[in-house]
């Protein structure tokens, strides 16, 4: 029998099997597998290994036989003591020989590294985990951004632009040396490069104390399916509602605030505005309020007066907008305050979604 010798090649160029064989077999790739898995916090789990001074994501190679999800699963199994199953993937990387740094007798040729979504888990389900004694020395989660400070760069590349694969939700990325080769919104403005907003503080859902002074005012803008307004920072990727900080002319009122912020950060109107509580600071005698209120029109992107950014608008569920901040245990209350308002405005509850960017206010 006789059979092509390439996909690209004419179908009158034949070759016996064995040399088709030999062909492919010198074309051959590595492939290797590993997991995300993150915290409730967002916090990606890393693994402290014996034969390397970086941290590694779960993983390694996939054996002869076995598919990359089956990989992935036996390596979570042998690595951390923990069975479960591996079904959803957020990334394939072609890693070139040039980059991975690897001994010149190694004679590295590249490799198909599979990046699977080992989910969100719970206190138990960390507690649970028992590493390989002598491959493993411990396991710690760490915030996004501190990933390339913790691995060697391809894999830091390639672990957190599968984290904002996952967030995003737009189905599994392809990327080469760890870089999406179709970037997202989130991808070029770099979310997740710096730490995310850091606020574990207690949440009240009622009016703000006599007494207590106003230093915050954000709202959960909602537009017409659901989903919320939330601002990038063009230079750092970090990302916050639209609001800030009171100035003279709101005349002591946070519901002026953020309508005033909304129109300067994201040329943004608001309507049906509803109080949802205030957050409280021990560090300082304060409180951050928080509304929740309709999108009801967008202009074209203008420089903010107070930073002197332009913002990057996008349009995420609450859900995946929770995925961009640190705020503790009160993100769940926050998040079920804003739903509930939510359908006080008679605004549905948003179908998971790709993140939108909203370059064109038209297109909302």
Known sequence: MTTTSAPDERPSVAMKEEAYGALRASAALWAGTSVLITDKRGQVLLQRVTYRSTRLLPGGAVDKG???AQGAARELEEELGITAPVTRGLAVDGV????RRTPAAMKFPGELLHVFDGGVWDEDQIAAIRPAPG?????EFVEPAELPALMS???ARRARSALRARISGAGPVFLEDGLPIAPTVLDRVGVLRTARAHHHLLFHPIPVPNGLTVRQSWVWAFAPDGRVLVLLEPDTGAACL????????DRADPENTLLREAREEAAAELAGTRYLGYLSDPGEPCARVRYAAALASLGPASVD?????????IL???EQALQFFDWGP???EQLQAAHHARSLLGIPKAAHQPVTELADPTAW
Request: a negative charge; charged letters at 20%; glycine letters at 16%.
């Open 66 to 68: 076995e598919s990359p």
């Open 96 to 99: 070139s020989p040039a980059g």
């Open 135 to 139: 491959e493993i020395d411990g396991i």
């Open 153 to 155: 760069p391809g894999d």
């Open 242 to 249: 639209p609001g800030g900080t009171p100035e003279p002319a």
């Open 305 to 313: 007066p107070a930073t002197g950014r332009t913002y990057t608008r």
């Open 316 to 318: 995420a569920t609450p």
């Open 330 to 332: 009160s993100a769940a």
